[in-house]
């Protein structure tokens, strides 16, 4: 008998969402992080691997990155899916960090190989690219303020009152 594993989860999973090679190899490498962290052991195994391949979708900007059929076979809601995307990103972080590096590096390293389509350099690009967008100013920017759109059930509430 065997124990079901993170990365026999993403497969099946992968199937489900229809990823591509380069979101199935970030989510594996998400996955691959999480195994040497002690917090992570609250989380089973194909709730890590949900959110592996949910916070792989938004980091590459796939769309709909967590979909009914997903949860349909995963069993998860976008909300607890999000919570362990989370912990999954305070692991991710770590991995920059020098103190804390040695302990990922040999993850790190595999997937920057071609083979794995060099994946665990796109977290490192996007911080990069976010540290080299302008900072805001003071000044009010049309693109800066907020708009609510309503929708039907907002209007039922209104007429309601």
């Known amino acids: 008998m065997t124990f079901p594993t993170c990365f026999r989860f ?3 999973f992968a199937k489900v969402a229809q990823i591509d090679e380069q979101v199935f190899n970030l989510a594996c490498y998400l996955q ?3 195994i040497i962290d002690s917090h992570m052991k609250e ?3 194909s709730k890590i691997a949900a959110a ?3 916070f792989a979708k938004k980091m590459l900007q796939r769309e709909v990155p967590w979909c009914n059929q997903m949860m349909i076979h995963s069993g998860y809601t976008l909300k607890q899916v999000r919570e ?3 912990a999954i990103c305070i692991i991710l972080n770590k991995t920059t960090k020098k103190k804390q590096n040695t302990l990922y590096r040999a993850i790190t390293d595999k997937y920057k190989t ?3 389509l060099g994946v665990a350099m796109i977290p490192a690009r996007m911080r990069q690219e976010a540290l080299s967008q302008p900072k805001p100013t003071n000044e009010l920017h049309p693109a800066a303020m907020p708009t609510r759109i309503r929708d039907n059930s907002d209007a039922r509430m209104d007429s309601d009152e």
């Open 52 to 54: 592996s391949i949910y």
């Open 10 to 12: 993403i497969e099946r």
């Open 84 to 86: 362990c995307a989370r």
């Open 114 to 116: 071609k083979k794995f």
């Open 43 to 45: 989380w089973k195994p």
């Open 32 to 34: 691959e992080l999480t």
